[in-house]
């Protein structure tokens, strides 16, 4: 399985842009890109997901370069209910659909 | 609409007890999945399943066992439960396959499980 690495940890304040990036050395070819989102508490809720380029919705920016070896979560003018842990996962590219988590960016946003 | 539903929420079993946790969704979804979630630490996967009647193990099985009679359920089971398993247990299903693989999954509200 393609495996993700991430921040452990990383800091803000309210406003701010928060960049997270996730290094996926080993992805293949048919895999895909997705970022969940967790609070404590509660089960992940899912962000944003794409194969190349840059792709956005309402909450998020994903960010992928050419070689697609690495991806950055962007989030705008971050505010405190955006403090939470932060997943990025790789498809897997054989196809078995095994939906695996890494630890996570914890992310602490500061008034 | 109620999702993904997760039976208990909270549950107290003394080591060697067995259990099961229920998990249903009401989304028509073929994939389904059961993780924990330990302490400060990211979602591990136990067991998944791709389609009714289908199993297949994830990274961390022993000491668990599942089925899927149902599309719509997924059971998780612990024979015989160890202070180990205590954890927070989250199920969750998706449609499987989009334009970009696997398609957003949903999660439930978790169970918290304490093992004595």
């Known amino acids: 399985l393609a495996k993700t690495t991430q921040p452990i940890s990383m800091d803000s304040y309210e406003g701010q842009e928060v960049n997270i990036t996730c290094s996926h050395n080993?992805?293949?070819?048919?895999?895909?890109i997705t970022w969940y989102q967790q609070f404590p508490s509660q089960g992940p809720r899912f962000i944003i997901q794409?194969?190349?380029t840059k792709v956005t919705n309402e909450v998020a920016s994903l960010f992928i370069p050419a070689d697609r070896k690495s991806s950055t979560l962007s989030l705008p003018r971050v505010s405190l209910s955006d403090t939470a842990v932060y997943y990025c996962?790789?498809?897997?590219?054989?196809?078995?659909?095994?939906?695996?988590f890494g630890s996570g960016t914890r992310l602490q946003v500061q008034p | 609409n109620a999702g993904v539903t997760q039976t208990p929420k909270f549950r107290v079993l003394k080591t060697g007890q067995s259990m099961t946790l229920l998990c249903a969704q009401d989304?028509?979804?073929?994939?389904m999945y059961w993780y924990r979630q330990d302490p400060g630490m990211g979602l591990r996967l136990i067991h998944y399943s791709v389609g009714e009647g289908t199993t297949a193990k994830g990274e961390v099985p022993d000491g668990y066992n599942v089925s899927r009679l149902k599309k719509q359920n997924f059971l998780l089971g612990l024979e015989s439960a160890a202070p180990s398993q205590t954890s927070v247990y989250f199920c969750a299903s998706s449609f499987g396959t989009g334009r970009y693989g696997a398609t957003e999954a949903f999660f439930g509200q978790g169970t918290r499980l304490t093992v004595v």
């Open positions: 989304m028509n979804h073929e994939y």
């Open positions: 996962l790789v498809g897997d590219g054989t196809g078995r659909r095994a939906l695996t």
């Open positions: 080993n992805i293949a070819t048919n895999d895909y």
């Open positions: 794409g194969y190349k």
